[in-house]
């Protein structure tokens, strides 16, 4: 079989453009770092204008690329555009002495990027602020690459049954959201924009610092989960107010974001329609009542928190740490408001499991996202009634359309596939002298990109513990859960660089 000829012009000059970007957003870190005064104002600036200059460079140099791209071109630019990101955007840390360490520094970066919000930082407060800045930016950076990701490119790849946001995304629709890929993702990234100066003038008038409230924006709405204080939101645990807007905005960065859209255009009886939004809000609310319960009566959540949480009574108090952890699980944002596996065993086991949902298709959650687990569990059911009527043809459906056979084997291979990442990746983290429940812990949080862990990398613990090895597997774990699997496992088989 012969080797086929990538159009490495057309690579090099996207990932030009997505480090022009980079180095852009670093200037605005520049910025910050210049309005505070924390004195690394001239570091940023350097590592801003190298990544920028790199970007022109490679753009300049593929300017007469050819303009079409196939589909491993456009495997080859996200799963290396990521990677390109991370290690350009671990200068700023690496510059500025924050982190010196290139290990700790990568390690940073991609959980920023990936939206995990696993942190090797001991003391975040003592960071300079526009490091923090950056830190945050660069969830919020990654998160709206996510919706672009999730709408406008994955349907095209065929990846991992995403297939179905084609009825709501660019495609031969009568649903479809706008036609274009660029009109789709402008519109998302005015919602994306338009919810994040929301939230941060909301925590502002909630009792937040301006620069808090701006951080703390950027990593909700990117379901990220960086704080700027080392007790991450349980900081603010005498601060009912804060938490609650906090909990809203985690709610809508797990939604569909072509749901948010159509609430802006009035269309609320599609959302009411929708199956996954119904499925997603469902388990929400069962679960932050089974939660809340057994926080009421077997738990103490004072013990459990950096500072006294009953400022409204006992139940309001298990009510919303009980939402706001099921919300920051669920939608793999990573906020802390309290030390769940201080909570019983059973409610440790519990948000174990919840690592593996995820929020909704299209939204920035990492996790195997709501809509697979609707299709499986569509599927399973319809398996009944096919053992019982063999001959019949009983299709899954959703959202009142009959799902294909292929996106439905698809959901099943992307689900098999996600469980033996896990395995692995906790075989994996095993090899370096873990015990069981950090290793599993640490491979679901990693791959679903949920942050906070258990064992030694519980809630109020990070990441810094973790061997220099262990972080790159980490890594590597963030990013394939990040971009669907597929998207980079493919470009570890020998048939994808050969013709068929």
Excluded: C
């Excluded at 139940?315 to 919300?327: G, I």
Aim: aromatic content about 16%.
């Amino acid at each position: 079989m012969s080797r086929i000829k990538l159009n490495y012009k057309i690579i090099f000059h996207f990932l030009g453009l997505l480090l022009l970007f980079n180095g852009g957003f670093m200037l605005i870190a520049t910025l910050i770092s210049f309005i505070y005064k924390d004195g690394v104002t001239f570091q940023l600036f350097l590592a801003g204008v190298t990544t920028f200059l790199i970007g022109v460079l490679a753009m300049f140099r593929t300017k007469n690329h050819r303009k079409e791209m196939n589909k491993r071109e456009g495997y080859i630019v996200v799963a290396f555009g990521w990677i390109v990101m991370s290690i350009t955007g671990a200068l700023p840390y690496i510059a500025t002495d924050a982190i010196p360490s290139f290990t700790d520094a990568f390690f940073e970066t991609m959980s920023g990027y990936t939206t995990t919000g696993a942190s090797i930082l001991n003391d975040i407060e003592i960071v300079p602020e526009g490091v923090l800045f950056w830190r945050s930016m660069t969830h919020w950076i990654g998160g709206m690459g996510i919706i672009v990701l999730a709408i406008a490119i994955l349907p095209l790849l065929g990846v991992g049954g995403m297939q179905l946001f084609t009825a709501e995304a660019p495609g031969p629709s009568a649903d479809k959201l706008h036609p274009r890929i660029t009109d789709t993702a402008k519109r998302l990234w005015l919602i994306y924009v338009g919810y994040t100066v929301a939230e941060t003038l909301l925590l502002q008038l909630a009792g937040m610092s301006f620069f808090d409230a701006v951080n703390h924006a950027l990593s909700t709405l990117s379901t990220g989960g960086f704080s700027t204080k080392n007790a991450s939101v349980a900081y603010w645990n005498d601060n009912p107010l804060i938490q609650y807007i906090i909990i809203f905005f985690m709610f809508l960065a797990g939604t569909n974001f072509v749901l948010s859209y159509y609430l802006f255009k009035g269309k609320v009886s599609k959302i009411l329609k929708d199956e996954e939004f119904k499925l997603y809000f469902k388990f929400i609310i069962i679960f932050t009542l089974i939660a809340a319960v057994l926080i009421y009566f077997k738990a103490d959540v004072s013990q459990s928190t950096i500072s006294h949480p009953m400022v409204l009574g006992e139940a309001e108090s298990a009510l919303r740490h009980a939402l706001f952890q099921v919300l920051t699980v669920i939608t793999t944002t990573g906020f802390v408001s309290a030390d769940y596996t201080m909570w019983t065993p059973f409610l440790t086991v519990f948000f174990f499991g919840m690592m593996f949902l995820g929020g909704s298709a299209g939204s920035t959650s990492g996790g195997v996202k709501v809509m697979r687990q609707l299709i499986l569990i569509k599927n399973s059911f319809l398996e009944f009634k096919r053992a019982l009527h063999p001959n019949a043809i009983i299709p899954v459906r959703y959202n009142g359309k009959s799902v294909s056979k292929d996106i439905v084997f698809n959901v099943l291979g992307f689900f098999i596939l996600y469980m033996l990442s896990f395995i692995v990746g906790a075989l994996v983290f095993s090899m370096f002298q873990m015990d069981f429940t950090s290793a599993i812990g640490l491979s679901a949080s990693s791959l679903g990109n949920v942050g906070p862990a258990l064992g030694e990398f519980g809630p109020v613990n990070n990441y810094a513990a973790l061997p220099p090895l262990g972080k790159w597997w980490a890594s590597f774990l963030m990013l394939i859960g990040r971009l669907e699997l597929f998207t980079v496992l493919i470009l570890l088989t020998p048939f994808f660089w050969r013709n068929r």
